[in-house]
């Protein structure tokens, strides 16, 4: 069974980057999933991130691209999200994921990230 776990600081100033850690126990994460990264503001439905693919390549959402960078350590089995100059519309619940076009998707509890002074 596989299992995800997001970890991180939970309270981020505006201007400075948020971090975000996964851990994946179960599985590799050399294996060709999409490890995802999608975060959920208050009030509102879910949003892409972004993700890391077996061979290394990262995709983002388009209105992320230009602060967001994931990178994975796959001696840890472990991929991060890092979000430069963040600001309080970066507040979300974010959740990373293991995504699959047809096989079962996997998700991590998620966690509370805030962006405040």
């Known amino acids: 069974q596989v299992q995800l776990q997001e970890s991180g600081p939970g309270l981020v100033k505006p201007s400075q980057t948020l971090s975000l850690t996964c851990t994946v126990s179960?599985?590799?994460?050399?294996?060709?999933?999409?490890w995802s990264w999608i975060r959920q503001p208050p009030g509102k439905g879910l949003e892409w991130v972004g993700n890391?693919?077996?061979?290394?390549?990262?995709y983002y959402s388009p209105s992320l691209k230009s602060r967001a960078s994931i990178s994975r350590d796959t001696s840890k089995n472990q991929f991060t999200l890092q979000l430069s100059s963040v600001t309080p519309e970066d507040t979300a619940v974010y959740y990373c994921?293991?995504?699959?076009?047809?096989?079962?998707?996997?998700w991590g509890q998620g966690t509370q990230v805030t962006v405040s002074s």
């Open positions: 994921a293991r995504l699959s076009l047809n096989e079962d998707d996997y």
């Open positions: 179960g599985g590799s994460i050399t294996t060709n999933y999409y």
């Open positions: 890391i693919v077996y061979s290394d390549i990262t």
